[in-house]
């Protein structure tokens, strides 16, 4: 490992640590060169993984791209971003476990609807109206209807109610 200060070749590890339940390893390093101090951190390199889009087309798997997904869908919405943070990597294990080189698209979308679904109601229905292409405000109706009709993961009821068939109408 290259030392950031002088950059000399040569170091010894002082501590290591586990974190992210696991997945990465934190260490604790000092050059013999000059005697600086940093931290590096080492994670399981998954094999590149390639998207296939549905029209085809494939694109090189981007976690910052499934990070920026779920955060829209979540802001300004009670969810924290450690709580995001879990979704990705629960989503990214998935991945890495279930596809070897090549995921479709739908695949990668339907896990973010599944964990948006444990998060926030309508961080799920904001994802979902873009993934499943709403048309119509009946195609949000009918997606909040069925997502009410869930029990939640925590025993909880969702707390969003809908207007009876009368009211939904405009007049």
Do not use: W
């Not at 600086?36 to 981007?62: C, M, N, Q, W």
């Not at 025993?155 to 109610?161: H, L």
């Amino acid at each position: 490992m290259r030392c950031p200060k002088c950059t000399g070749q040569e170091d010894r590890v002082i501590d290591s640590r586990s974190s992210k339940e696991g997945a990465t390893i934190r260490r604790r390093r000092e050059c013999l060169t000059c005697s600086a101090r940093f931290t590096t951190y080492e994670e399981i390199e998954h094999e590149l993984l390639v998207i296939i889009k549905r029209d085809g087309r494939r694109e090189p798997f981007s976690r910052e791209k499934l990070v920026a997904g779920i955060k829209r869908a979540c802001q300004k919405r009670p969810v924290s971003e450690e709580a995001i943070a879990n979704a990705v990597e629960r989503i990214v294990e998935y991945i890495a476990a279930n596809f070897d080189r090549e995921v479709p698209a739908r695949e990668v979308g339907a896990r973010v609807m599944h964990e948006l679904q444990a998060l926030d109601a309508v961080a799920y229905i904001r994802f979902a109206s873009i993934y499943r292409q709403f048309e119509e405000v009946t195609d949000f109706v009918e997606e909040a209807r069925r997502l009410a009709s869930l029990p939640h993961p925590d025993k909880r009821q969702m707390s969003f109610e809908l207007p009876a068939e009368s009211e939904a109408t405009p007049p």
